[in-house]
């Protein structure tokens, strides 16, 4: 149980391009998604948490406008960098919590993003 | 950065040796978890260990936690090739439901 789907797995491309990030729960209902960036040899890093049904809360230093995250539903979360850009290359991961106290996060198996 | 440290930050072994990997944390919290990652892939859980715990066993994981001392170590047995990833400590934050992720040790277990 508790999988977390995440797609897409790798996305190739050109610089100005949006890009849109899926997670889904698939097994259980997900109050709370998170979305991390993670580069190279380093640890997670949080950008957002976003609760079903209102507006995600970011991390400071992460720009609202140019990642936009939408919880439409306890099951589906979405990232869009929007204009992406070179800088904005990097692995990103979601997680998704159930309801409860001491929950685990589980994590979908992260997106690839390389911008040309 | 309220970001946990891990030491040490990589670790190569022999297969059948045993791996520690210790975890330390600044703020107060409602449980501590330990995940895995093999390269370029998503996190797995191995365990949560909740603050009033003092130790926990899940196969040959073994993981301690002290906070007086906002520490933790997870101690993996008889250790395999498959084994290597990077592992992660990740506390949740009292009052919140967000992670703070250790700086990761990286384990390379030697067939």
């Known amino acids: 149980g508790a999988v977390v789907s995440q797609h897409p797995s790798r996305v190739i491309c050109k610089s100005g391009t949006s890009v849109k990030i899926e997670c889904r729960s698939l097994?259980?209902?997900?109050?709370?998604m998170f979305w991390y960036r993670q580069f190279p040899k380093q640890s997670l890093m949080l950008m957002a948490t976003?609760?079903?049904?209102?507006?995600?809360?970011?991390e400071q230093g992460v720009e609202k406008d140019k990642f936009l995250i939408n919880h439409a539903s306890l099951t589906l979360s979405t990232l869009t960098v929007t204009s992406a850009h070179p800088e904005d290359s990097s692995f990103y991961i979601c997680?998704?919590?159930?309801?409860?106290?001491?929950?685990?996060?589980?994590f979908g198996d992260g997106t690839r993003l390389s911008i040309l | 950065s309220q970001q946990g440290e891990e030491d040490p930050q990589a670790l190569s072994i022999q297969e059948g040796e045993n791996a520690t990997m210790n975890c330390s944390y600044k703020?107060?919290?409602?449980?501590l978890q330990w995940y895995r990652q093999n390269s370029g892939r998503g996190l797995v859980h191995l365990i949560l260990?909740?603050?009033?715990?003092r130790e926990k066993h899940s196969g040959r994981l073994r993981v301690t936690l002290d906070t007086s001392k906002k520490s933790s170590s997870l101690l993996i047995t008889a250790s395999r090739a498959a084994d290597t990833a990077s592992y992660f400590c990740?506390?949740?934050?009292?009052?919140?439901?967000?992670?703070?992720f250790g700086t990761g040790t990286r384990l390379k277990v030697l067939a």
């Open positions: 703020t107060s919290i409602n449980n």
């Open positions: 997680s998704a919590r159930g309801m409860g106290g001491n929950q685990p996060q589980h």
């Open positions: 097994d259980f209902q997900a109050t709370t």
């Open positions: 990740a506390t949740e934050t009292s009052g919140t439901y967000k992670y703070i």
């Open positions: 976003s609760n079903e049904g209102s507006k995600a809360t970011y």
């Open positions: 260990i909740r603050s009033n715990e």
